[in-house]
T-cell receptor, first 115, second 111 residues
Framework: DAGVTQSPTHLIKTRGQQVTLRCSPISGHKSVSWYQQVLGQGPQFIFQYYEKEERGRGNFPDRFSARQFPNYSSELNVNALLLGDSALYLC??????????????FGEGSRLTVL | GQQLNQSPQSMFIQEGEDVSMNCTSS?????WLWYKQDPGEGPVLLIA?????ELTSNGRLTAQFGITRKDSFLNISASIPSDVGIYFC???????????FGTGTRLTVIP
């Protein structure tokens, strides 16, 4: 079975531009979460979606937005890019929302560089 | 956000040695997890813990959910070169769906 897939794997943008990152969860998983991992740090929570609804939001500005589609895939959008947005963006899927939701399965990430 | 203090920050060990690392929090978590991340890849789940005092093994890895629910420990026995990577602890607050991650322990195994 395919794991979590993310695209693109690498991209370079300039300040002020917008970026869209895509994620397909593991088949049968209905929840998708997005995390930002700055070099040398642990991942930080951005969003969680379950059944196409936002179920959690981390401490990120409104420039960050996301959505989940009927097939449970998801997009993360970042507007007005800043240099500090340079990071590895990780998508994770889980089967359920409640209960033992800590078991997240991560994709390989999209590495964004903002120049 | 929650601060998870993970130690040590890095470790250099000889192949065959045992490894111990830990993670502490100022808050009570109802779930503790340990992940390993290799360069250029996403974190991979190693062990999940759901009850205070729980001790769980996965091959040469053993992790414990601290009794206070504010800490967790990971031990790796008889280390091998493929154990190289960054190990992250992660915790989940009661009622929350997201994870808080530690700062990571970078493990280097010398053959």
């Amino acid at each position: 079975d395919a794991g979590v897939t993310q695209s693109p794997t690498h991209l370079i943008k300039t300040r002020g531009q917008q970026v869209t990152l895509r994620c397909s969860p593991i088949s049968g998983h209905k929840s998708v979460s997005w995390y930002q991992q700055v070099l040398g740090q642990g991942p930080q929570f951005i969003f969680q979606y379950y059944e196409k609804e936002e179920r959690g939001r981390g401490n990120f500005p409104d420039r960050f937005s996301a959505r989940q589609f009927p097939n449970y895939s998801s997009e993360l959008n970042v507007n007005a890019l800043l240099l500090g947005d340079s990071a590895l963006y990780l998508c994770a899927s889980s089967q359920f929302l409640g209960g033992n939701t800590g078991e997240l399965f991560f994709g390989e990430g999209s590495r964004l560089t903002v120049l | 956000g929650q601060q998870l203090n993970q130690s040590p920050q890095s470790m250099f060990i000889q192949e065959g040695e045992d490894v111990s690392m830990n993670c502490t929090s100022s808050s009570i978590f109802n779930t503790w997890l340990w992940y390993k991340q290799d360069p250029g890849e996403g974190p991979v789940l190693l062990i999940a813990l759901y009850k205070a005092g729980e001790l769980t093994s996965n091959g040469r890895l053993t992790a414990q959910f601290g009794i206070t629910r504010k800490d967790s420990f990971l031990n790796i026995s008889a280390s091998i070169p493929s154990d190289v990577g960054i190990y992250f602890c992660a915790g989940q607050l009661p009622g929350a769906n997201n994870l808080f991650f530690g700062t990571g322990t970078r493990l280097t195994v010398i053959p």
